[in-house]
């Protein structure tokens, strides 16, 4: 069985950080890109932050970067999303996946983060 289960969300005062986590299992995490998407209310789900399976490649959204840093550690079938300097714009559920190819095969439950000014 596939799953992927995210935590480390929680309430954080604005410019504080978080670091969320996210395992994997029921594939071969090596094999796929992973990534972290969120969707705030009254919006689409919008991609954050990415890890390509070939070389580990991160690659950010505009708006997290400089803040944001994804790691993989395939020893653990674990991807993190470290954040920092968070703003109240961050707040979101944020929801990790993974795909071969390109992301979108499986998705996380989703973790809240919430930015308070």
């Known amino acids: 069985e596939v799953q992927l289960q995210a935590c480390g969300g929680g309430l954080v005062q604005a410019g504080g950080s978080l670091r969320l986590s996210c395992a994997a299992s029921g594939f071969t995490f090596d094999d796929y890109a992973v990534g972290w998407f969120r969707q705030a209310p009254g919006k689409e789900r919008e991609g954050v932050a990415c890890?390509?399976?070939?070389?580990?490649?991160?690659y950010y959204a505009d708006s997290v970067k400089g803040r944001f840093t994804l790691f993989r550690d395939n020893a653990k079938n674990r991807v993190y999303l470290q954040m920092d300097s968070l703003k109240p714009e961050d707040a979101a559920v944020y929801y990790c996946t993974a795909g071969l190819g390109s992301l979108g095969d499986y998705w996380g439950q989703g973790t809240q983060v919430t930015v308070s000014s």
């Open positions: 890890s390509s399976s070939s070389d580990g490649s991160a």
